[in-house]
């Protein structure tokens, strides 16, 4: 597997839930952070939420404070992406990401590997 791998994506209604997984493509010990961005039509990618791999730290992007969570197992190498309360606004395709060395986790550009993307739809 030589990228990380997205799924959980589809179609919920305002106010729901969705919960996304990424199964990572690294071997354990060998990245700082994982993360995830969205991109909406016509829009930028923009940084969601990462999580340092060591000790776990967490970083949100404003706009899905107290909405989102994100977390991770180290025996599946996998991260989660639980959101709710979910509004219009958050629709968009959700991409995972692995960082491999320290550094500012909110830029994209910072991330070494990136999944295909699952699609996140929420209807008002």
């Known amino acids: 597997q030589v990228q990380p791998v997205e799924s959980g994506g589809g179609l919920v209604q305002a106010g729901g839930s969705l919960s996304l997984s990424c199964a990572a493509s690294f071997r354990a010990f060998s990245v700082y952070a994982m993360g995830w961005f969205r991109q909406a039509p016509g829009m930028e990618r923009e940084f969601v939420a990462a999580?340092?791999?060591?000790?776990?730290?967490?970083h949100y992007a404003e706009p899905v404070k107290g909405r989102f969570t994100i977390s991770k197992s180290n025996a599946k190498n996998t991260v989660y992406l639980q959101m709710n309360s979910l509004k219009s606004d958050d629709t968009a395709v959700y991409y995972c990401?692995?960082?491999?060395?320290?550094?500012?986790?909110?830029?994209?550009?910072?991330?070494?590997?990136w999944g295909q993307g699952t699609p996140v739809t929420v209807s008002s």
């Open positions: 990401a692995e960082k491999r060395n320290r550094g500012p986790l909110v830029a994209a550009n910072a991330y070494d590997r």
């Open positions: 999580i340092q791999w060591s000790g776990g730290a967490t």
